[in-house]
Nanobody, 121 residues
């Protein structure tokens, strides 16, 4: 019954930056691990980053050093700061919530609708 809504997607030039936001409902947010995933057409959903209940973070190699995940528990918000964007970053980006930090999709119980990110060359 947790609802997640992403925003902030759009069109950006290669090398540029974009910040995605994920608004979560419910008072359980502060005790929930949050992750960001993306899916390009014809490809499987790809793990990008997570932030745990204690604030611990982990990144996929494809985005390490370029993307930063953060959370604001008071606002029930999770963010993904995306820098040095590449055309291959083009995908639908989704946030997800689960009981614990994980890189695996089945461990996330709730998903947002996704927001499109397009990086032009």
């Amino acid at each position: 019954q947790v609802q997640l809504v992403e925003s902030g997607g759009g069109l950006v030039q290669a090398g540029g930056s974009l910040r995605l936001s994920c608004a979560a409902s419910g008072r359980t947010f502060s005790s929930t691990a949050m992750g960001w995933f993306r899916q390009a057409p014809g490809k499987e959903r790809e793990f990008l980053a997570y932030i745990g209940r204690g604030g611990n973070t982990y990144y996929a190699d494809s985005v390490k050093g370029r993307f930063t995940i953060s959370r604001d528990n008071a606002k029930n918000m999770v963010y993904l700061q995306m820098n040095s964007l590449k055309p291959e970053d083009t995908a639908v980006y989704s946030c997800a919530a689960g009981p614990r930090s994980s890189i695996q999709i089945p461990n996330y119980d709730y998903w947002g609708q996704g927001t499109q990110v397009t990086v032009s060359s």
